[in-house]
T-cell receptor, first 107, second 112 residues
């Protein structure tokens, strides 16, 4: 039972590049979330999903897109990466279960 | 707008020195209050959920309590392995998104 798995764990992007972060959960949860964590800012909600095929904006959605084509997967996309998107990204399911994070640096 | 304030920002204790962390919240109806532990380079690890004022939950040296305005995480006789950042979050009642609003955390250091 893996719980919540995020890939990749680390990534360095150049400004303007795009990438997709993958979150997979094996607990059959409906609710999934993407957060970013920055020093002094705490965890901030980017986007969330209340079920397969649904997505909604959170507190800081600009510059990100998401998709939930399958119940177990929640994808976070960066269309054109900016240095301000340098952060640690966490996926969570049902609010209580977090992945180990993706550390993203945009140069 | 839901708000969560944690204090202190950082706390340094000697091994065995009991203390409490505070989480004050403002929410339009509380569905649940969550406590997490986060170690450096790791994701938050779920500790407790409290649902109503007066509720208490315990796990090893940790005890969480809840009032209508705040929650406390009491740490009894802490050990160095309790060193971590402790996060508090609230989930508002109503709606269907179950999203959480987090505080900025308390960094706890326990010295041997």
């Amino acid at each position: 039972n893996a719980g919540v798995t995020q890939t990749p764990k680390f990534r360095v992007l150049k400004t303007g590049q795009s990438m997709t972060l993958l979150c997979a959960q094996d607990m059959n949860h409906e609710y999934m979330y993407w957060y970013r964590q920055d020093p002094g800012m705490g965890l901030r909600l980017i986007h969330y999903s209340v079920g397969e095929g649904t997505t909604a904006k959170g507190e800081v959605p600009d510059g990100y897109n998401v998709s939930r084509l399958k119940k177990q997967n929640f994808l976070l996309g960066l269309e054109s990466a900016a240095p301000s998107q340098t952060s640690v990204y966490f996926c969570a399911s049902k609010g209580a279960f977090f992945g180990q994070g993706t550390r993203l640096t945009v140069v | 707008e839901d708000q969560v304030t944690q204090s202190p920002e950082a706390l340094r204790l000697q091994e065995g020195e009991s203390s409490s962390l505070n989480c004050s919240y403002t929410v339009s109806g509380l569905r649940g209050l969550f406590w997490y532990r986060q170690d450096p380079g790791k994701g938050p690890e779920f500790l407790f959920t409290l649902y109503s004022a007066g509720e208490e939950k315990e796990k090893e040296r940790l005890k969480a309590t809840l009032t209508k305005k705040e929650s406390f995480l009491h740490i009894t006789a802490p050990k160095p392995e309790d060193s971590a950042t402790y996060l508090c979050a609230v989930q508002a009642a109503g709606g269907s998104n179950y999203k959480l609003t987090f505080g900025k955390g308390t960094l706890l250091t326990v010295n041997p």
